[in-house]
């Protein structure tokens, strides 16, 4: 294992790139999901000790919010990068194709591990973009296609497209960017998806349903 910057990376030729990304992931959303959890439980307890007289249970509220800064925030923190760095390192070894992919194919070329590092925990520090609001329906498409085998979107994005940590956000995204990977996942151009999840879905969508998504989550 070696620390890149403030991440580590561990380095994995027989599993790959992709199972390490989705490891970093499980542990991601366990954290995260538990730091919401928690919070929760942890103001029922201190409001439960403190009106009931029970310094035992205040107590463990204190210890337990030492387990849970160092498992849910520091941890959480050190593995969200994880998708932006695997994303340049895609780019590097050329698992994203298209034509409007070689400039960033030759500028992650020419980034070591520490580079693509820093830049991954820059960029994951930034805030999120922000939808466009338009009188335009919805397409149907959001909710699923059970005749096609393709789940809600919301199911991997978020309800509102706002994606998550591992997952990438697709509202307030440039619509012809969001129009191009999808075709490019279509197409077999893009092939750096865990399991070919998305690539998969992207096969039986048809142009206008990309353009209907890229229209809807686009700014």
């Known amino acids: 294992m070696e620390t890149l910057g403030l991440y580590p990376v561990w380095y994995e030729p027989v599993l790959g790139s992709g199972w390490v990304l989705g490891v970093i992931a499980v542990v991601h959303v366990l954290a ?97 973009p922000r939808a466009v609001t338009e009188a335009v329906r919805p397409p149907a498409l ?18 509102n497209g706002q994606g998550w940590d591992v997952q990438p956000a697709l509202t307030g995204q440039n619509r012809g960017y969001l129009a191009g990977v999808l075709t490019r996942f279509k197409t077999g151009e893009r092939a750096n998806d865990l399991n070919e999840g998305m690539a998969q879905i992207a096969r039986v969508l048809s142009d206008q349903d990309i353009r209907d998504l890229a229209v809807h989550y686009g700014r």
Request: glycine share 12%.
């Open 142 to 159: 959001l909710a699923g296609d059970r005749e096609r085998l393709i789940p809600p979107c919301e199911a991997c994005h978020g309800a």
């Open 32 to 128: 995260s999901h538990t730091s919401v959890g928690a919070a929760l439980v942890t103001t029922w307890l201190a409001t439960v000790a403190v009106r009931r007289d029970r310094p035992e249970l205040l107590d463990y509220v204190r210890r337990y919010g030492v387990f849970l800064l160092v498992f849910s925030y520091v941890l959480g923190s050190i593995t969200g990068p994880g998708i932006l760095y695997k994303l340049l390192l895609d780019f590097r070894e050329g698992r994203i194709g298209g034509t409007d992919a070689g400039l960033m194919t030759v500028v992650a070329g020419g980034l070591n591990e520490q580079a693509m590092a820093d830049i991954a925990a820059w960029l994951g520090s930034l805030p999120r």
